[in-house]
DNA sequence: ACGGGGATCGGCT
DNA sequence: GCCGATCCCCGTA
């Protein structure tokens, strides 16, 4: 890497840090720099919005039912991305965990930071926090396609994450977007109150009647 | 700002 | 054939 994007981007991180259980690198990736290099430019944008996904007992997995010609890459070694389409548009994933393991976390939305009228053009949009706001759109802003499937994130060059400026934020934690199996799950973060998140911005609890607990209320009122 | 419905096509059964 | 880890548009507020 050049000495400049390094005072601009800093290291990308190591493989150490995705070969973690990926719910604390979902959790982790919040805040970090997603940089992503072409001959248009350079843009980068501070991760907002993750989910994991989990190698086992996680139907919404890809890789839940074994490995197949799109997701080899979740079957690939940590810090890895994992690329793939779906209606229409592409969704960016970091591999987790040890190789063969087949977890990942799914990039929701970044918050735009460098390179912002590039990905304004390319996404075709004109407010900020609508440009990286889902997957889709961010993988548009920044040109991500199939052809960076299996990338390694960890070598600075054309995709990669950095540390972020270390400022510390909220982390709520909420169900994920659009999966149907395995929906329940509270596998979804993001930075409290950010405008470049996509869906909902509050956790909406399940039904109430569906927690209560099966014994009945005390009467005198007292809890815990 | 938020929520519902349709578009649309590749991957997999 | 079926079904999405989504986006966009169009209601309503």
């Known amino acids: 890497m050049h000495a400049a994007l390094l005072l601009e981007t800093g290291l990308p991180l190591r493989q150490d840090f ?8 979902a959790r982790d990736l919040l805040g970090k720099l ?4 072409t001959r248009d430019g350079l843009c980068s944008g501070r991760i907002v919005e993750t989910e994991a996904y989990l190698a086992r007992n996680d139907e919404a997995c890809h890789a839940s039912r074994g490995k197949t010609r799109r997701n ?3 079957f690939g070694p940590p810090g890895r991305a994992y690329v793939y389409r779906i209606h229409r548009v592409f969704c960016v994933n970091v591999v987790t965990e040890p190789e ?5 976390v799914l990039i929701r939305a970044i918050e735009p930071l460098a390179g912002v009228d590039l990905m304004k053009r390319r996404a075709g949009k004109a407010v900020l926090h609508h440009v990286c706001r889902g997957p889709g759109l961010l993988c548009r802003a920044l040109a991500i396609d199939p052809k960076l499937d299996g990338w390694d994130l960890t070598q600075g060059r054309r995709l990669w994450i950095a540390a972020g400026d270390g400022d510390e934020c909220e982390i709520i934690t909420s169900p994920r977007i659009g999966v149907g199996a395995a929906k329940e799950l509270p596998l979804r973060f993001f930075v409290s109150g950010h405008a470049c ?3 909902r911005k509050t956790y909406r609890a399940p039904t109430a009647t569906a927690r209560l607990p ?8 007292k809890s815990r």
Do not use: I
Not at 214 to 221: L, Q, S, T, V, Y
């Open 18 to 25: 995705y070969n973690r259980d990926p719910v604390v690198v």
């Open 34 to 37: 997603l940089v992503r290099r």
């Open 72 to 74: 080899a890459a979740m």
């Open 100 to 104: 063969d393991t087949a977890s990942a």
């Open 197 to 199: 998140v996509s869906g």
């Open 214 to 221: 099966k014994r009945p209320p005390k009467k005198d009122g």
